[in-house]
């Protein structure tokens, strides 16, 4: 369990029951799968979707027993887009360890990624009405259509603030928005706070994706658990570098984006080239945007005490370094 | 549409309201992956499990517009199995065109079978009771299941008879069986007559695996529409190969089996072994007996007109050479 919820012993024991429920729904896998499985979860990983589910549950009639597979649910699906995600960025390194697809092949990928989804489903039609079913699979649309556009957009030095954003959502915030949203209408919230909770949720996931691909800049390797620069090697310009871009008038750097593959010194010349003009820069006055939204909409809430807790966990969240 | 449902016109109808459904459904997507789905459903394709969800209605209530999304569900998550599928087999040619992955490239399919699995889900919470999705959720977990071992024994001359007929039961069975099993109990046939129709469904697609296997050993090539010892190739050892090995008592054929990569001259030896050593002889009398299950389970059926459809239709599909 990650020490990120040290202080919060309670979320803590219910984030360490969803481990639970997740293990034993691997267990309908064979030996091997949950193995791989286990070790990804072992591998840690803050379990924001899971906590925000619960979290959510807090400021209604908070159910343990309901709320935790929901939670399980979502980290599952969460996990499984990162294993086909690991696939298309051919990524080796993930949470500091090997990924599914650089230790097992990608054949193992795509099948292991498809097994969660199929256990997702299946937890999930046991523990939730149909109208929330009808919530999460709009949910994984929109991850899937997010990652196809980012997919599709590979290498294009053209990409647009705009489509940054709602690849982002889809990727991202559409998930943190999701999880708050079904814990809180599932322990009886009522439509106006939840929907209050899933926007909060939307902000969160939006700063927090955009600090997610400014540390890919900025980080410290050994911190971040992924090498950096991993983006612009696969191809993929995130805002600092988009931002950068606005700024190359002569077009030196995009001609040389447009130059492929690139070697280790042009990775980190594009990386000195965003953080020289300013993108960087900008990209963190943009994610603070996001969380000062996140911020106004949680003071907006009446108080309780998961309020507080809400408060603490989205500053937490968003001046983090790894 | 393919000319298999020509003599049935109400139920050649009804699939074309399912290829309608499924375009709606694609639409969702981006205008690239809406065009490469179209493409896959126009290269044909018997439609075999939508058609079963269909007739399984026709046993009860049929209420078209409720059953054509359901065979939808079935159809696309069928489709979304085979882009997976040609992945792991690195699958060039299916359906006599190109498939998604030779043509698009591993990552393209991987995201394109997500998304369709999410498009299912999608259109499954909006037509259906929680535990038919459960239904749903659980075939999906058994295909994956089947699939990753099919993965795991690749290249392994000591699988048994046994292991194989698990694999196809998860990987063709189970989803022939759901078709039935779901359009008939959608339909208010109750629990016993939808059960008694998933056996059927069951039986049916156990043959119809069987057959498609022998076909990689001896259809035309032209007809079958993908190239022949393709499982061979992919190191799948199917059960024509499983009856030859039992006969392969010095031990020659498992050695040479052992030394990949095969030439196309091993392939053909491989098939001509499988031929001469009775393996495929052996293979068609398995398959005889699905058949045989599946016929005496429809005689024993109440009489009515979707009885006799289901029995013609059984026939034409276990005497097929395409």
């Known amino acids: 369990m990650d020490k990120f919820w040290n202080d919060y012993p309670e979320i803590q024991r219910d984030l360490e029951e969803v481990i639970n ?16 499985l286990r070790d990804m979860i072992h591998a840690g990983g803050k379990m924001i979707r899971p906590a925000f589910v619960i979290l959510g549950g807090r400021f209604g009639q908070y159910d343990r027993k309901k709320l935790c ?18 696939i298309i960025d051919n990524a080796l390194i993930r949470r500091s360890k090997p990924t599914i697809q650089a230790e097992h092949g990608k054949n193992y990928a795509v099948f ?47 990409v647009t603030v705009t489509q940054y954003l709602r ?3 889809a990727k991202t915030a559409v998930l943190f928005a999701l999880s708050l949203y079904i814990g809180a209408y599932e322990s009886n919230c009522g439509e106006s706070l939840s929907r209050a909770l899933a926007s909060i949720g939307y902000n969160v996931g939006m700063a927090f994706q955009i600090i997610d691909d400014i540390l890919d800049f900025t980080g410290e390797e ?17 805002l600092p570098m988009i931002y950068a871009l606005q ?46 939204k996140a911020f106004d909409k949680i003071s907006s809430l009446k108080e309780c005490p998961s309020k507080q807790v809400l408060a603490e966990i989205t500053e937490k969240l968003l001046y983090r370094v790894y």
Chains 1, 2 share one sequence.
Not at 119 to 144: E, G
Not at 222 to 238: A, E
């Open 69 to 86: 597979p929901l939670a399980a649910v979502v980290e599952m699906l969460h996990l499984a887009t990162l294993i086909h995600d690991d």
């Open 247 to 292: 700024e190359d008038e002569r077009g030196e750097m995009s001609r040389m984006l447009c130059e492929r593959p690139y070697s280790e010194e042009q990775v980190k010349r594009f990386i000195e080239f965003a953080r020289q003009t300013g993108g960087i820069e900008r990209a963190r006055k943009l994610a603070r945007k996001y969380t000062q």
């Open 21 to 36: 429920i997740m293990k034993k729904s691997f267990s309908n896998g064979s030996k091997f799968i949950q193995g791989v």
């Open 167 to 169: 690849r982002i959502a």
């Open 112 to 158: 292991i990624g498809d097994f969660l989804f199929s256990q997702c489903f299946l937890l999930l039609s046991d523990n939730i009405a149909v109208k929330d079913i009808k919530k999460v699979s709009k949910s994984v649309s929109r991850i899937c259509k997010g990652e196809i556009e980012q997919f599709e957009s590979q290498y294009d030095v053209n």
């Open 222 to 238: 050994r911190v971040v658990g992924k090498p950096l620069g991993n983006d612009i090697r696969q191809g993929i310009f995130t």
